[in-house]
């Protein structure tokens, strides 16, 4: 109480000591902390404002230098280090004081998650700052200061109340990371195109209704988001853009897609919920490297022959299109490992082929190729060479099209012989459909360096099987109609799971650990007595994109589900006991 009177009476330079505010919220032990590794950490800690003693913390002696006069070696305060990160995020300030610049070596500063409406012009004397995230507060603009920062690589501001943007921007010239999503901004300065080393730029949530042509001259991005704003058109010049390898234009108003003649190492283009109507072969003709095309809820009337030119492509997702007929050679795609087409008037597609999963429909689109060689369904011829087991086995299937197969046999268990005869051969379809298994084959387990689509459906299984867990390549499970109760935690292994169809099996509860699987982008719950979902696990899972929850136990559908922003596609929730019927959810 005592050095409390004298901090308050006292000059405040006397003993080049501060005055601490009574019920400090920063502990001493900190600050020592602070002064040794150069990184101070005061999140979480419902800080109104930043103590004074934190912005001269490399300025003035410490409090322990007074009351101790015998200093060990951890002890030489006048030993210590520049402070070089400083977090204060999540915590309640309003503003930052001017005395920011009292901290130059500062190389991190992250103030996110607080409600700030302005920034200090002192920032832009942070001559050594490289990473400044300010997400999430209340800023409705940007000092021109902030534009000297010489060295500073990754700016997050995604998350506040801008309007525009400071003409100066482009002479932030080393910037990588530039983060402006979730703002009001309806244009961006001509001057991004000076950005010439950035990697990453996100303008998604925004009020933009066109892109200037000039950011075609980002040769260094790669990451390019523009998701749900206005835009129209996408300059043609974008397409020149060559490291480019991601691009998001969901959720705006395009009519068409443009050419890609220099994006030969684009991987990713995202373009549902959009206006496109034409999907032509100069669309498609340079995209070697495509391996996921994102065009769901268009107005798509056809799918070009050419299409087959993207050799690398494992994600076709064509779903709420007006698609009435596919090119077979759809299935001669040899990496496409997931293909939506729900939601379109398909007439030469049988609805019950949609539902059997991609690598049935694959088949399916194969088989209908005239040119085939060998049908899939064909059977090998046997030669001296075959083995006995393997007379009644399509090793054709194995070998060529790397499909294990096994189903509507009636079976209660899988004959060994398949197992033997898949040998060295990689298989990435296992299809064992249709029997009467009552558990998983224990043997599936040797398939796990290959396999990814694992089709159990419409059998007397009753638990999931540890070989099952083992499976950590799989990205599609079917195990519908079986005699299920609950999942195993095990599964939490199957991180690359994007699909999981449990409809009619005999859960009374969501199955927890599917909350785990953050990969998961399709849930087929339907028919089930589910009688409850948590959202905020929901939330959590930021790739899920369809639910389907039909026909459970549901007494309400949770209102937060509207906060979980990627559920995307149709969300279907009846009631057995019709208490709440909700035939969408659309986020």
Known sequence: MAAARRARAGDPRAGFRPPEEPGSAVPQGLLRAARKSGQLNLSGRSLSEVPQHVWRINLDTPEEAHQNLSFGAADRWWEQTDLTKLILASNKLQCLSEDVKLLPALTVLDVHDNQLTSLPSALGQLENLQKLDVSH????????????????????????????????????????????????????????????????????????KSLPADISAMKSLRHLDCTKNYLETVPSKLATMASLEQLYLRKNKLRSLPEFPSCRLLKELHAGENQIEILNAENLKHLNSLSVLELRDNKIKSVPDEITVLQKLERL?????????????????????????????????????LQKGTQELLKYLRSKIQDDVTSPKEEPPVTAMTLPSESRINMHAITSLKLLEYSEKQAAVIPDDMFDAVRSNPVTTVNFSKNQLKEIPPRIVELKDAVCDVNLGFNKISSVSSELCLLQKLTHLDIRNNLLTSLPDEMEALTRLQIINLSFNRFKVFPSVLYHLLALETILLSNNQVGAVDPLQLKKMDRLGTLDLQNNDLLHVPPELGNCESLRSICKMHSKHDVHRTETCHT
């Open 137 to 208: 507060n209340k800023l409705e603009s940007i000092p021109e200061e902030l534009m000297q920062l010489p060295r500073l690589k990754s700016l997050l501001l995604h998350h506040n109340e801008l309007s525009h943007l400071p003409d100066g921007f482009g002479q932030l010239v080393n910037l990588e990371e530039l983060d402006l999503s979730n703002n009001h901004l309806s244009d961006i300065p001509t001057s991004f195109a000076l950005l010439i080393n950035l990697v990453r730029l996100n303008l998604a949530c925004n009020q933009l």
């Open 317 to 353: 997702d064509l779903s709420n299109n007006d698609i009435s007929r596919l090119p077979y050679t759809l299935g001669n795609l040899p990496q496409l490992k997931f293909l939506a087409l729900e939601g379109n008037p398909l007439r030469t597609i049988r609805r019950d082929l």
